[in-house]
């Protein structure tokens, strides 16, 4: 297994399995999480319900102890103070009254503010009612022969909810109870300040008729609230309503679709925050060991570029310095390969020289106006003998008028490269073509030769520093890796730019891109 295999086993194992893993855990406990805040946010709910049907309740109570007391002190037919008190500060309370158990029609006595509710139909009407709820008036005794005391609801009379209860006393004893509650005034007079109270603008509670879907009675005035009731309950005193509770702004369902839809979100976003580290990491590692590599062959390659100029140096120094040498000619062209071989020798070392200048930052630029044509004519004539020599062509074009701002040495430096990389990477086809010209504020120099090309893939690499193709055409020749990356940090340490244009079997071509003067 190769060290990136091993390195992409580690960050999997660090980094992407737990996040996997705990992502999996925290998107199943999902769903259990929102169930349970539901049922929390219900029971709340419920709670509100039934503490406003408790105050209901209370609010009965309250008057049955009233008429209780009230019905104690009766004297003939007349109604009773407390009892008239009560009937003048409730107008929800419309009617009380009371009749023997066991003879309904003829006990009837009525209490009540509107005089049509006594009239002899009326009670008629009442006794009636209640014969129909025998069943319920006997439960009643039992309630009341136990100790127990309750409050029932009848069918409604005359579209108002019937209420009655047992009344056990020495003066009178055993009779049925009860009152007559109009549900509309009820609600909004005395149950509506209490809903108030409990919603504190957090909720919306609504009172509603069972055969209606139109609130009778809203706690909020507002008129937007579209929210779906969260929780509903009958009311225990009005068997014909029921209350509504509503959440102000989002529903539970909405709010827990929210934070739902929150936690996947961070989950998500965690996940590929991790991704995005471990592949930088992976980037990063992927880079440092390739440039490790790349410095390893930087070195290998670096010694065999040394070594081979000076085991000529050596060898051919030897035969003169032994005197093997007969001719004059033959000297000569000793000489002339000792001398070519340390002109080679002294152009490696100092482009690694510079190249390390230019890394350290140490290399101060004497940026000044410079003629690219004078500057690329006079390389050429330089380099001439070497370029033929190898067997090479070249035709110069230049096109530009004005002068660019470059230093004069590190520009010859980056000709020499790009004309050095031409004669090292071409086979069969040896031409080199150079132009120059002008394109917006910046001249440019090209160098074309009809060499091995570079693929699409080794073009975004071959200005990295130490990198060399490690197949095709281009990996046979040797050389340190440094000439293009020296070109690049020349270039851009100008403030200029580079394009590389190539295709495998077809040549390449370089554009460098420098500042025009503005003198």
Same mark, same amino acid.
């Given at each position: 297994?190769?060290?990136?295999?091993?390195?992409?086993?580690?960050?999997?194992?660090?980094?992407?399995?737990?996040?996997?893993?705990?992502?999996?855990?925290?998107?199943?406990?999902?769903?259990?999480?929102?169930?349970?805040?539901?049922?929390?946010?219900?029971?709340?709910?419920?709670?509100?319900?039934?503490?406003?049907?408790?105050?209901?309740?209370?609010?009965?109570?309250?008057?049955?102890?009233?008429?209780?007391?009230?019905?104690?002190?009766?004297?003939?037919?007349?109604?009773?103070?407390?009892?008239?008190?009560?009937?003048?500060?409730?107008?929800?309370?419309?009617?009380?009254?009371?009749?023997?158990?066991?003879?309904?029609?003829?006990?009837?006595?009525?209490?009540?503010?509107?005089?049509?509710?006594?009239?002899?139909?009326?009670?008629?009407?009442?006794?009636?009612?209640?014969?129909?709820?025998?069943?319920?008036?006997?439960?009643?005794?039992?309630?009341?022969?136990?100790?127990?005391?309750?409050?029932?609801?009848?069918?409604?009379?005359?579209?108002?909810?019937?209420?009655?209860?047992?009344?056990?006393?020495?003066?009178?004893?055993?009779?049925?109870?009860? @009152?007559?509650?109009?549900?509309? *005034?009820? +609600?909004?007079?005395? =149950? !509506?300040?209490? #809903?108030?109270? $409990?919603?504190?603008? &957090?909720?919306?509670?609504?009172?509603?008729?069972?055969?209606?879907?139109?609130?009778?009675?809203?706690?909020?005035?507002?008129?937007?609230?579209?929210?779906?009731?969260?929780?509903?309950?009958?009311?225990?005193?009005?068997?014909?309503?029921?209350?509504?509770?509503?959440?102000?702004?989002?529903?539970?369902?909405?709010?827990?679709?929210?934070?739902?839809?929150?936690? @996947?979100?961070?989950?998500?976003? *965690?996940? +590929?925050?991790?991704? =995005? !580290?471990?592949? #930088?990491?992976? $980037?990063?590692?992927? &880079?440092?060991?390739?440039?490790?590599?790349?410095?390893?062959?930087?070195?290998?390659?670096?010694?065999?570029?040394?070594?081979?100029?000076?085991?000529?140096?050596?060898?051919?120094?030897?035969?003169?310095?032994?005197?093997?040498?007969?001719?004059?000619?033959?000297?000569?062209?000793?000489?002339?390969?000792?001398?070519?071989?340390?002109?080679?020798?002294?152009?490696?070392?100092?482009?690694?020289?510079?190249?390390?200048?230019?890394?350290?930052?140490?290399?101060? #630029?004497?940026?000044?106006?410079?003629?690219?044509?004078?500057?690329?004519?006079?390389?050429?004539?330089?380099?001439?003998?070497?370029?033929?020599?190898?067997?090479?062509?070249?035709?110069?074009?230049?096109?530009?008028?004005?002068?660019?701002?470059?230093?004069?040495?590190?520009?010859?430096?980056?000709?020499?490269?790009?004309?050095?990389?031409?004669?090292?990477?071409?086979?069969?086809?040896?031409?080199?073509?150079?132009?120059?010209?002008?394109?917006?504020?910046?001249?440019?120099?090209?160098?074309?030769?009809?060499?091995?090309?570079?693929?699409?893939?080794?073009?975004?690499?071959?200005?990295?520093?130490?990198?060399?193709?490690?197949?095709?055409?281009?990996?046979?020749?040797?050389?340190?890796?440094?000439?293009?990356?020296?070109?690049?940090?020349?270039?851009?340490?100008?403030?200029?730019?580079?394009?590389?244009?190539?295709?495998?079997?077809?040549?390449?071509?370089?554009?460098?891109?420098?500042?025009?003067?503005?003198?």
């Amino acid at each position: 297994m190769g060290s990136l295999r091993k390195i992409e086993l580690i960050l999997l194992l660090i980094f992407l399995l737990p996040a996997i893993f705990f992502s999996a855990y925290e998107i199943s406990s999902l769903n259990k999480d929102e169930e349970v805040i539901n049922q929390i946010y219900e029971d709340q709910l419920a709670a509100i319900l039934y503490s406003a049907n408790q105050y209901s309740d209370d609010v009965l109570n309250g008057w049955v102890a009233k008429i209780q007391v009230g019905l104690e002190m009766a004297k003939g037919d007349s109604t009773p103070e407390k009892i008239q008190m009560l009937l003048d500060l409730n107008p929800a309370l419309s009617m009380i009254f009371i009749g023997d158990t066991l003879n309904l029609e003829e006990s009837i006595q009525v209490f009540a503010n509107d005089s049509s509710l006594k009239s002899s139909s009326a009670k008629i009407s009442l006794a009636s009612a209640l014969a129909n709820q025998t069943s319920k008036i006997r439960q009643l005794i039992r309630y009341q022969e136990s100790g127990f005391k309750k409050n029932e609801p009848f069918e409604q009379f005359n579209n108002q909810t019937l209420i009655a209860f047992i009344l056990d006393s020495e003066y009178r004893g055993k009779y049925v109870c009860g @009152l007559i509650i109009d549900p509309q *005034l009820f +609600i909004e007079e005395l =149950l !509506g300040p209490k #809903l108030q109270r $409990i919603a504190q603008d &957090k909720f919306i509670l609504n009172a509603y008729n069972k055969g209606s879907n139109l609130p009778i009675y809203q706690s909020n005035d507002t008129d937007s609230v579209t929210n779906a009731i969260a929780q509903t309950k009958d009311l225990w005193l009005l068997p014909d309503h029921y209350l509504g509770i509503t959440t102000l702004g989002d529903s539970i369902q909405d709010i827990v679709d929210e934070r739902t839809y929150t936690n @996947l979100v961070l989950i998500v976003a *965690l996940n +590929i925050i991790l991704i =995005l !580290g471990a592949w #930088l990491v992976f $980037i990063n590692v992927k &880079k440092e060991m390739r440039l490790a590599q790349s410095k390893s062959d930087f070195v290998s390659n670096v010694s065999h570029e040394i070594r081979t100029p000076l085991a000529l140096i050596s060898m051919f120094a030897e035969t003169l310095e032994l005197n093997r040498v007969k001719t004059e000619e033959k000297k000569h062209e000793y000489y002339s390969i000792i001398n070519k071989e340390a002109n080679r020798l002294t152009g490696i070392v100092n482009r690694i020289l510079t190249f390390s200048r230019m890394e350290a930052d140490k290399k101060a #630029l004497n940026i000044e106006p410079l003629d690219s044509r004078e500057a690329i004519v006079d390389v050429l004539n330089t380099y001439d003998y070497h370029l033929t020599s190898k067997g090479f062509t070249y035709s110069f074009n230049p096109n530009l008028e004005r002068p660019i701002q470059a230093d004069s040495q590190a520009f010859v430096e980056v000709v020499v490269n790009l004309l050095d990389n031409a004669i090292k990477y071409s086979n069969s086809k040896k031409h080199v073509d150079i132009s120059t010209g002008q394109k917006d504020e910046f001249g440019y120099i090209s160098v074309v030769d009809q060499g091995v090309g570079i693929s699409r893939q080794d073009q975004k690499h071959v200005f990295d520093k130490f990198y060399r193709v490690s197949s095709g055409d281009l990996a046979k020749s040797k050389g340190t890796g440094l000439g293009l990356s020296l070109v690049k940090e020349i270039v851009e340490g100008h403030g200029g730019r580079l394009e590389l244009k190539s295709e495998l079997g077809r040549g390449s071509e370089f554009l460098l891109y420098f500042p025009l003067s503005k003198s």
